[in-house]
């Protein structure tokens, strides 16, 4: 919660809002707690084992080594006795244990208890979860949101992440509200405010904020001053320095009234943003008579008669004749002393009504100001050396310890050691490349069971609007099967299988890392793996030479066959071309095709009237039907019988040179 009743919705136009590349590199200050409740409240099956701890392990992975950024996560310890109450609304509200009991029941505080057991329980599981993925995990002795604006404070880490608006009343400089890991980069978003925008933009400081807990309520306090909302406190707590503002609310708690100073402070800041436009005068200024057209002192006869000096104070003008004034405009303040007096009045009345209000509902609220809730912002867990140095021994990041989490994952998760060794993989990279960049660390040579090592720079990618090198890796030790070690290589199960069986159990996690990425040749098995610039140019800066070469010989590549084409292609136009060679020709172009093919002059042969008279004069019998059928046909020769059936028979007789002419045509028989 924090400080409630729409302090973030006044701070909203101060958000900041960053993609995930921003953090690459920052130390973030992590309200565990906060992380469980969140992942609680997305989480939507509830059939998953243990969610807290699965979504967990992916978490960091993520934020590690896919982000690049560096958590140090805070629990809570024994918190303060004035936040009990929170505490049993927020497990209520969050907590699905069990179905919400009656207010006032019996069974409430018992419920809560429960619920606040088993969150406890889930808090502890997590924190071993984390400390074998080697993340720091530091305690505190009161509120976690404290000791991370302590970090924060110190310069010990760059950021809290924490919903908390109190974050900024203990301290904190930078507080991200909202930190999204969804592998969908159009949902992965940091929202982040500023102690020094908060600063430069409303002229509130950390005493400022604590007078504003105090007023609108907070964990400690969440009811607040009843009466008093977010506008009445920026308001009140703006018209006095950071040195005084605690003190004055101590005065208005013991039932003091305001000073005059006070009172004319809030005339002065009466929240319209309007000032009189002449100085206050307490001598009583005489009422005038004012016009009703323009507004300034006179009436509208005078002012039609001889001008208005106000309106027109130059007697050259155009209008000062035509028209006497000029209409007033839509809120005009008139600003003589009498107008200017009586304004003045209004708002000095509007001010000791406005004071005497907030005063008497300060005065009236039992206990205002809480002294403890004081001390709690201000004075406790104010670090001392001893105990900066010890924070800072106490974070550190180191790899994983991947024997004692496969057997913590094997037990409460009931994942075997292949499906834990692939999800930790980007982890363990991280890690490698890290301790390889570090040339006093030895320890690289034991991560990733000895086997692999960076073989070479695949290309560049682009993830989250930052460029990546994609490192391929390759089985460098002999006698240890790396494939064997990440279980892609089990009896008939191919990797191909393997990742499609892994896709089905990771489709409830909306923040699962990628899928193993590998590569098999007949001579060679590698996978790659996402890593950020800097840490290759630190650890292996031999493969980014080498990388950096081939793409320049590739680059040169490219631009000398460029500009082959290019040359090739001046010449070419150079070289006038016959418009045929620009169309395919199937057939002599000199030749008609229709008219001079052997089927047509066939044809014409046998159509011929010359053909026809000499064939018939020579006959006794002609069938007419076959004739007539060998004119109408593409066929290539004729055949005349003399031998047809009697039925087809005709008597001798001469064709005239007309009739042979149709037929030849294929104009008909008849």
């Known amino acids: 919660m924090g400080v409630g009743k729409g302090f973030w919705e006044q701070l909203r136009p101060l958000a900041r809002t960053e993609d995930l590349s921003f953090l690459r590199g920052k130390r973030l200050a992590v309200d565990l707690s906060y992380w469980l409740v969140q992942q609680q409240t997305a989480l939507k099956d509830h059939r998953v084992r243990k969610p807290h701890l699965r979504l967990t392990f992916f978490r960091v992975v993520k934020l590690v080594a896919k982000v690049g950024a560096l958590p140090v996560f805070v629990v809570d310890g024994e918190p303060p006795a004035l936040k009990q109450g929170v505490r049993m609304k927020r497990f209520k509200r969050f907590s699905s244990l069990c179905p919400p009991s009656p207010p006032h029941s019996p069974a409430t505080t018992e419920s809560v208890s429960t619920r606040n057991g088993s969150f406890s329980a889930n808090v502890e599981e997590c924190v071993i979860l984390l400390e074998l993925l080697g993340m720091p995990v530091l305690r505190a002795e009161g509120e976690a949101e404290s000791l991370c604006a302590i970090l924060n404070r110190e310069g010990l880490v760059d950021a809290c992440v924490s919903p908390d608006s109190d974050v900024f009343v203990h301290g904190a400089?930078?507080?991200?509200?909202?930190?999204?890991?969804?592998?969908?980069?159009?949902?992965?978003?940091?929202?982040?405010?500023?102690?020094?925008?908060?600063?430069?933009?409303?002229?509130?400081?950390?005493?400022?904020?604590?007078?504003?807990?105090?007023?609108?309520?907070?964990?400690?306090?969440?009811?607040?001053?009843?009466?008093?909302?977010?506008?009445?406190?920026?308001?009140?707590?703006?018209?006095?320095?950071?040195?005084?503002?605690?003190?004055?609310?101590?005065?208005?708690?013991?039932?003091?009234?305001?000073?005059?100073?006070?009172?004319?402070?809030?005339?002065?800041?009466?929240?319209?943003?309007?000032?009189?436009?002449?100085?206050?005068?307490?001598?009583?200024?005489?009422?005038?008579?004012?016009?009703?057209?323009?507004?300034?002192?006179?009436?509208?006869?005078?002012?039609?008669?001889?001008?208005?000096?106000?309106?027109?104070?130059?007697?050259?003008?155009e209008y000062s004749f035509e028209k006497g004034c000029k209409p007033k405009p839509k809120g005009f303040l008139c600003s003589c002393p009498f107008c200017s007096q009586k304004a003045r009045s209004k708002l000095q009345t509007k001010a000791n009504a406005w004071w005497g209000k907030m005063c008497s509902k300060m005065a009236a609220t039992p206990g205002f100001p809480n002294e403890e809730i004081i001390k709690i912002f201000l004075n406790s867990e104010i670090p001392t050396f001893e105990d900066v140095t010890g924070y800072a021994s106490s974070i550190k990041w180191h790899a994983p310890a991947m024997d004692e989490?496969?057997?913590?994952?094997?037990?409460?998760?009931?994942?075997?050691?292949?499906?834990?060794?692939?999800?930790?993989?980007?982890?363990?990279?991280?890690?490698?490349?890290?301790?390889?960049?570090d040339k006093y660390c030895k320890s690289s040579e034991e991560l990733l069971n000895g086997a692999f090592a960076p073989l070479c720079i695949h290309r560049i990618k682009i993830e989250h609007g930052e460029p990546l090198y994609v490192l391929k890796w390759k089985n460098m030790r002999e006698g240890v099967d790396g494939e064997q070690w990440l279980g892609l290589k089990l009896n008939s199960t191919s990797p191909k299988h393997i990742e499609e069986t892994v896709a089905k159990e990771c489709r409830t996690d909306n923040e699962c890392v990628d899928l193993l990425s590998t590569e098999a040749t007949e001579k060679e098995w590698c996978f790659t793996t996402d890593e950020s610039m800097e840490s290759i140019k630190a650890a292996c800066p031999e493969l980014v030479e080498e990388f950096d070469r081939s793409q320049e010989a590739k680059q040169a590549a490219r631009k000398k066959a460029s500009k082959r084409k290019k040359v090739e292609g001046i010449e070419s136009a150079k070289r006038q071309s016959d418009i045929t060679s620009f169309f395919k020709v199937e057939h002599d172009l000199h030749k008609n095709k229709l008219t001079e093919s052997p089927q047509f002059e066939r044809k014409c042969e046998l159509g011929?009237?010359?053909?026809?008279?000499?064939?018939?004069?020579?006959?006794?019998?002609?069938?007419?039907?076959?004739?007539?059928?060998?004119?109408?046909?593409?066929?290539?020769?004729?055949?005349?019988?003399?031998?047809?059936?009697?039925?087809?028979?005709?008597?001798?007789?001469?064709?005239?040179?007309?009739?042979?002419?149709?037929?030849?045509?294929?104009e008909g028989a008849g």
């Open 173 to 317: 400089k930078w507080v991200i509200k909202t930190l999204q890991l969804d592998n969908k980069s159009k949902e992965s978003e940091v929202e982040l405010y500023r102690a020094e925008d908060i600063e430069a933009s409303m002229g509130l400081r950390r005493n400022h904020l604590v007078a504003l807990a105090l007023l609108i309520g907070c964990d400690y306090m969440p009811e607040g001053v009843a009466g008093v909302g977010c506008a009445n406190a920026f308001q009140l707590i703006r018209s006095f320095p950071e040195s005084e503002i605690l003190d004055r609310l101590r005065a208005w708690g013991r039932g003091e009234g305001p000073s005059e100073g006070e009172i004319e402070q809030g005339a002065q800041d009466d929240g319209s943003g309007r000032e009189p436009s002449v100085a206050y005068d307490s001598e009583v200024q005489i009422r005038v008579t004012h016009c009703s057209k323009c507004g300034h002192p006179g009436n509208k006869k005078e002012h039609l008669n001889s001008g208005c000096g106000i309106c027109f104070p130059s007697r050259e003008d």
């Open 405 to 437: 989490l496969e057997m913590f994952l094997q037990k409460h998760l009931s994942w075997d050691s292949f499906y834990v060794r692939q999800k930790a993989l980007p982890l363990l990279s991280h890690f490698y490349l890290s301790d390889l960049a």
């Open 608 to 666: 011929s009237p010359h053909t026809l008279e000499r064939t018939a004069a020579g006959l006794d019998y002609i069938d007419t039907e076959a004739l007539v059928a060998s004119l109408n046909s593409n066929s290539k020769s004729t055949t005349f019988s003399s031998t047809s059936p009697p039925l087809t028979r005709t008597r001798r007789r001469s064709f005239p040179t007309k009739v042979v002419r149709k037929l030849s045509y294929g």
